[in-house]
């Protein structure tokens, strides 16, 4: 038995609770480069704790076709995690709500082109997701000779579905489970 999530464009106000998203969008904070080059200054809170620094890892992660299965949630309790499509093609997020140390229902969401996400520390999210390929991604994470890797796999899995948002914003054309 499975549970059915349907998958929504990811906008500034439904991820916030969860972390940051990284896009050009709104008024520049700055122009730089003799004018060539719009700034979107500091748009993440970035944490490492203590006794951890900040790095930057490549990701080149298989793609998932729909509907994609959830068994899985994590957090990093040690630091914040950015994801960094360096492809610009969509990729899938999920996030859960954290409910007395267990994660609660998931949410999913689709990152359009142009989309980065940073997960506040902490929170409960799925892993690195591709929706095509090459799925490579610039990871900022926390480096650090501490464990920083809490796992939860859900009793019933979550089977998680483009919704129509995201089918006539164009974000779900990756290929389906079974087709050619
Ligand atoms: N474990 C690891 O490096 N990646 C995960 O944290 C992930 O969120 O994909
Ligand atoms: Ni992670």
Redesign the pocket.
């Known amino acids: 038995m499975t549970r059915s999530i349907v998958a929504q464009p990811l906008t500034a106000d439904a991820f916030a609770p969860f972390g940051d998203i990284l896009e050009a969008t709104g008024t520049p904070d700055k122009i730089i480069n003799r004018g060539f080059c719009a700034r979107f200054h500091d748009r993440a809170q970035l944490d490492f704790g203590s006794g951890g620094r900040a790095g930057i890892?490549v990701?080149r992660?298989a793609p998932v076709a729909w509907p994609v299965e959830v068994a899985l949630v994590?957090r990093?309790p040690g630091g914040s995690?950015a994801?960094v499509s360096m492809t610009g093609h969509p990729f899938l997020v999920v996030v859960a709500p954290d409910e007395d140390g267990t994660p609660g229902t998931p949410r999913a969401f689709v990152a359009a082109p142009g989309q980065g996400i940073n997960?506040h520390r902490g929170t409960w999210?799925?892993?690195?997701t591709p929706l095509h390929a090459p799925g490579l991604f610039a990871?900022v994470?926390r480096i650090g000779d501490t464990p920083n890797?809490e796992e939860h796999w859900f009793d019933t899995p979550f089977v998680v579905e483009p919704g129509e948002d995201c089918a006539s914003a164009g974000l779900a054309q990756a290929s389906r489970q079974g087709e050619n």
């Not at 999210?125 to 690195?128: A, E, F, S």
């Open positions: 890892s990701f992660g994590e990093h995690q994801f997960f999210h799925g892993v690195l990871v994470d890797l």
